[in-house]
């Protein structure tokens, strides 16, 4: 069974920067794509950013040159650094992970997110 566990959200000032980390276990990390994505309260989950199984990234357009999202396949790990952080970044921050199999069926894994709170 997969799990994904979130870490480095909290509390920072416009303009700041946060790391997020996010560590798989109990599936085969170096084959899924993962992803980020983001929560705010009363609002459904967008997308932010992903990176492919052979590192190929994609931004939200209202993220691109301020966040990057990066992997580690020896640590099972998948990591977004967030720079100029905005006020309406403000969010629950969750990691994903798609998982392809060889007869077509995918299974998507989340974790329960980690709070990013942004304030002036």
């Known amino acids: 069974q997969g799990q994904l566990v979130e870490s480095g959200g909290g509390l920072v000032q416009v303009g700041g920067s946060l790391r997020l980390s996010c560590a798989a276990s109990?599936?085969?990390?170096?084959?899924?794509?993962m992803g980020w994505y983001r929560q705010a309260p009363g609002n459904q989950r967008e997308f932010v950013a992903s990176?492919?199984?052979?590192?190929?990234?994609n931004y939200a357009s209202s993220v691109k040159g301020r966040f990057t999202i990066s992997r580690d396949n020896a640590k099972n790990t998948v990591n977004l650094q967030m720079n100029n952080l905005k006020l309406e970044d403000t969010a629950v921050y969750l990691c994903?992970?798609?998982?392809?199999?060889?007869?077509?069926?995918?299974?998507?894994?989340w974790g329960q997110g980690t709070q990013v709170t942004v304030s002036s």
């Open positions: 994903n992970a798609i998982r392809r199999t060889v007869v077509g069926n995918t299974y998507d894994y």
């Open positions: 109990g599936i085969i990390f170096s084959v899924c794509d």
């Open positions: 990176i492919t199984s052979g590192s190929s990234t």
